[in-house]
């Protein structure tokens, strides 16, 4: 689906109301910004001697492991796993869960998105520490993140015991492994109640951890529920935690945001619905829903109708006078693009796919509407970067 431009404008934008679509801190000339980012990643293919200065340890220098990355989904049984999986990467309406069966063996899911990475589904009765069984190495090597789920709604105190046991082991052979920790259920809990179990867990598991002298273990805490976009909103920062040079990509939002007075803009990973970057504005909630929600709202018109296939007649029809020009010179660009006006607070919110997987999402401010061709050429700026970004960044992964 692509719409074409409707905007013109006849005066030139000033010199700083345009982006320079490079993705790169430094903008004195394209190859330093590529030479810059393919450096870094030669720097860090494996084998690679460490640079001064470079931390290993330093989230932004943080660079996955080759191959997929992967996420393991661990946890008491009936705590959620299962139920998180399907909600988030197979679509499953949440109310569905309940019809799902106890998971019996582990189960491994291949994503195919911007980033392909594995989910894996353990069953909650199997301790892989107390089976010899499991080869830690094949589980842990090329590990992106342990998501640990706790049932609220339960007693967690097990849970707890187990996944202390769990970051202890850890700890000793790979303790780079980022650990989130899901207090997953938390729909029909007040906030204070909410409030209230997170600080419960949290001072449970740093009491333990620093009782074993492990004061550091990278643990995160989210409140999760498949029945609301927390658990989205969860996923996206364990994604993003994998995704070298997240801060390029951030900058590249917030001069956007800047640039075009935007609200809010997030980098979505469309089939997902799992935001991989936003701009430096502090994320909220409600701007993270409608944009999430726009999204579906176009993936479904672009399933109503389709690729659009015209006639060679009607294409000669488009492509001949007045305009004498090939139909692709004409629309504004060949992937899906969409805007309209929130009818509430009367804000413009604006999509446009970048790739086949991601699509930038944006609310922009009440007056921004009237600066509609300076945003669309920023947005092409930025996609352009954003195109760019990737290309780098894959060819070296
Ligand atoms: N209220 C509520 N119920 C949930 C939520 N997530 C999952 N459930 C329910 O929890 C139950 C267990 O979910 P599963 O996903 O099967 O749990 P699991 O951790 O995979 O269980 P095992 O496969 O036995 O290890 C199901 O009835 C789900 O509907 C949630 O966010 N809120």
């Not at 903008?27 to 200065?53: H, I, M």
């Not at 970057?277 to 018109?301: F, K, L, N, Q, R």
């Not at 930038?360 to 996609?383: F, G, Q, R």
């Amino acid at each position: 689906m692509s719409l074409q431009p409707s905007y013109y404008s006849n005066e030139p934008p000033a010199k700083d109301e345009v982006l320079d679509p490079r993705p790169d801190l430094t903008r004195s000339n394209t190859s330093a910004a590529q030479l810059s980012l393919q450096r870094y990643f030669e720097q860090n293919l494996p084998g690679a001697p460490p640079k001064d200065g470079m931390k290993p340890d330093d989230p932004a220098m943080a660079v996955p492991p080759k191959g997929k990355p992967r996420l393991l989904l661990m946890g008491q049984r009936r705590s959620g796993k299962s139920s998180i999986s399907s909600v988030v990467f197979h679509k499953l309406p949440p109310s569905e869960t309940l019809f799902l069966e106890s998971t019996a063996r582990i189960q491994k899911d291949s994503m195919a998105s911007f980033m392909d990475f594995q989910v894996w589904d353990f069953p909650g009765q199997i301790d892989i520490f107390e089976n010899p069984g499991f080869d830690l190495e094949a589980i842990f090597g090329e590990i992106g993140a342990l998501i640990w789920v706790i049932d609220a709604q339960d007693d967690y105190l097990e849970a707890v015991a187990r996944l202390n046991t769990t970051i202890l082991s850890l700890q000793r052979s790979y303790p780079n492994i980022n650990i989130e920790v899901f207090i997953h259920k938390v729909d029909g809990l007040s906030d204070d109640f909410k409030l209230d179990i997170q600080r419960d867990i949290t001072i449970r598991i740093q009491d333990e951890l620093s009782d074993h002298g492990c004061e550091n273990a990278p643990v995160t805490f989210h409140l999760t529920s498949i029945y609301n976009h927390s658990i989205f909103e969860a996923f996206s920062k364990v994604i993003q935690k994998l995704i070298p040079r997240l801060g390029t990509l951030e900058s590249m939002l917030t001069n956007l945001c800047r640039t075009c007075r935007l609200e809010k803009a997030y980098l979505f990973d469309v089939l997902s619905k799992i935001y991989i970057a936003t701009d430096s504005s502090p994320a909220d909630m409600a701007s993270y829903e409608i944009c999430s929600d726009y999204i579906d709202v176009i993936i479904d018109i672009t399933e109503v109708y389709g690729t659009w296939h015209r006639s060679e007649e009607g294409r000669k029809k488009l492509e001949g006078g007045p305009w004498d020009a090939k139909l692709e010179d004409q629309v504004g660009c060949s992937t899906a693009e969409s805007c309209l006006v929130l009818h509430d607070s009367k804000k413009p919110i604006m999509l446009r796919e970048v790739d086949r997987y991601l699509a930038l999402v944006a609310i922009m401010k009440e007056d921004s509407y009237d600066k509609m061709p300076l945003v669309n050429m920023n947005v092409e700026a930025v996609v352009e970067g954003l195109t760019e970004f990737f290309n780098i960044t894959k060819r070296n992964r």
